[in-house]
C-alpha cells in the first residue's frame, strides 16, 4: 500500500504547533540514531490523531520496531528521552509514548503484555501495558499521524467494532480498580476519569473511537440528565490541567464521581 500523503509529516509540520514539530522531528531523528536498522517507524496517536488537541494536550507517541529493543537501547533512549525533557518548550515535558515490534503490534495482543513505556511527564521508562490495547491500534490504524515509516494501515490489522468494545469493557474495570486503589486523586484526574467513561460508553455505542471532547458532547445528550453537571464541568475544566495535578479533588465532586463510575458499569451491563 502507497503511504498515505495527507497523514504523512515528516517534512515537519505534524501538528499546528511549531515549536512541538522541531520537537518531534528531534524525537524522531534521536531514536532513528539508536535503533538504526531496526527503526520501523514513528507516530502520533491520541488526541493528535483522533481529534480536538489543543495546547494543552499531552503528545501520545508510537514507536515501531522491528525487533525487540536490547537493553543498551534502551539505555541510550532514556538518555535521549532526558535531554528532550530538558529542552525548553513545555512540550518536552508532555510526550508520552510506547516502542513496540510490529509483530507485537500487528493485533490486539490478548496477554496485554507489558511495553517500553514513558509516562506524560517521566524521564525514565517503565513497562506498561498502557498503550497495549485495540483502542491505541485502532486510533494509530485509523488515524495516527505520520512523523517516518510506513503507513500504519500496513503495519496493523483491521480492528473491529467488537474488539473496541471488549477493550473498552477491560478498560472500565480498569478504573474501577485505579479508584480503590488510589489513596489520593488530583482535580486534573478527576475530569480525566469522567471524561474517559463518557468515551468508553460511546465506543460501546458506536464501536469507535472519539476524542474526550466529542465523547462528553455526546454524553451530554445520550445518558440520565442527571450527569449533565458534572459532565459539563469535566468539559470546562479543560484549560491549563498540568496546573491541577497537583491539586486535589474537590471531595464533593469525587464522590459524586464515584456514583458516576457505577451509573457506567450498570449501563455498560445493560448495553
Known amino acids: 500500500m502507497a503511504l498515505s500523503l495527507e497523514r504523512d509529516h515528516s517534512s515537519g509540520d505534524a501538528t499546528a504547533f511549531a515549536d512541538l514539530n522541531q520537537l518531534l522531528i528531534e524525537l524522531v531523528d534521536g531514536v532513528r540514531n539508536v535503533l538504526g536498522d531496526t527503526f520501523c517507524g514513528a507516530y502520533l496517536q491520541g488526541s493528535f490523531a483522533v481529534g480536538d488537541a489543543d495546547a494543552h494536550s499531552d503528545v501520545d507517541f508510537i514507536v515501531v520496531t522491528k525487533d525487540?529493543?536490547?537493553?543498551?537501547?534502551?539505555?541510550?533512549?532514556?538518555?535521549?528521552?532526558?535531554r528532550l525533557y530538558a529542552l525548553t518548550t513545555p512540550w518536552s515535558q508532555h510526550l508520552e509514548g510506547s516502542y513496540i515490534s510490529q509483530k507485537v503490534l500487528r493485533r490486539p495482543d490478548p496477554d496485554r503484555r507489558p511495553l517500553l513505556y514513558l509516562d506524560n511527564g517521566a524521564t525514565e521508562f517503565a513497562f506498561d501495558n498502557h498503550d497495549n490495547t485495540a483502542v491505541v491500534r485502532w486510533s494509530l490504524r485509523e488515524h495516527g499521524v505520520v512523523l517516518a515509516g510506513p503507513d500504519p494501515r500496513e503495519l496493523v490489522d483491521p480492528i473491529t467494532p467488537d474488539e473496541l468494545r471488549a477493550d473498552v469493557r477491560w478498560a472500565l474495570a480498569e478504573w474501577a480498580e485505579w479508584f480503590r486503589s488510589s489513596d489520593s486523586i488530583s482535580r486534573r484526574g478527576l475530569a480525566v476519569a469522567v471524561l474517559s467513561h463518557c468515551r468508553i460508553l460511546h465506543t460501546l455505542t458506536t464501536g469507535v473511537v472519539a476524542s474526550k471532547r466529542v465523547a462528553g458532547e455526546w454524553a451530554l445528550e445520550e445518558l440520565d440528565p442527571q450527569w449533565r453537571s458534572l459532565i459539563g464541568w469535566a468539559l470546562d475544566d479543560r484549560p491549563d490541567p498540568w496546573t491541577k495535578v497537583g491539586e486535589p479533588a474537590d471531595p464533593g465532586r469525587l464522590s459524586r464521581t464515584q456514583s458516576f463510575i457505577g451509573y457506567a458499569a450498570q449501563w455498560a451491563a445493560e448495553h
Open 68 to 82: 525487540d529493543v536490547a537493553p543498551k537501547q534502551q539505555a541510550e533512549l532514556r538518555a535521549l528521552h532526558q
